[in-house]
């Protein structure tokens, strides 16, 4: 079974940054999209970023500019590197996996916490 093992959450100061990463267990057989979704409390679980192979980007509105997702498909591995971070950028942080065949794999979620 697949397991995504995201890195790289903490805590940082209004206007810092910080890059997640996420790394599948084993290799996934032909990945469509690698993305990244965050939950704050008391919300619903949002789409932050995701990227297609050979596709444009797509952002949520609240990020865009300041986030950038990028995939390795060799690696099995996505990144999130956040930058000019704000306390509503507080959330637990998911990424998922779909592969051609619509299988979706998510990880466990990381903490990430702006504030000073």
């Known amino acids: 079974q697949v397991q995504l093992v995201e890195s790289g959450g903490g805590l940082v100061q209004p206007g810092g940054s910080l890059r997640l990463s996420c790394a599948a267990s084993?290799?996934?057989?032909?990945?469509?999209?690698m993305g990244w979704y965050r939950q704050a409390p008391g919300k619903q679980r949002e789409l932050v970023a995701e990227?297609?192979?050979?596709?444009?980007?797509k952002y949520a509105d609240s990020v865009k500019g300041r986030f950038t997702v990028s995939g390795d498909v060799a690696k099995n591995t996505v990144y999130l590197q956040m930058s000019i971070l704000k306390p509503d950028d507080t959330a637990v942080y998911y990424c998922?996996?779909?592969?051609?065949?619509?299988?979706?794999?998510w990880g466990q979620g990381t903490q990430v916490t702006v504030s000073s």
């Open positions: 990227i297609g192979t050979g596709g444009t980007p």
């Open positions: 998922k996996i779909r592969d051609a065949l619509m299988r979706i794999y």
């Open positions: 084993r290799s996934i057989y032909s990945i469509n999209v």
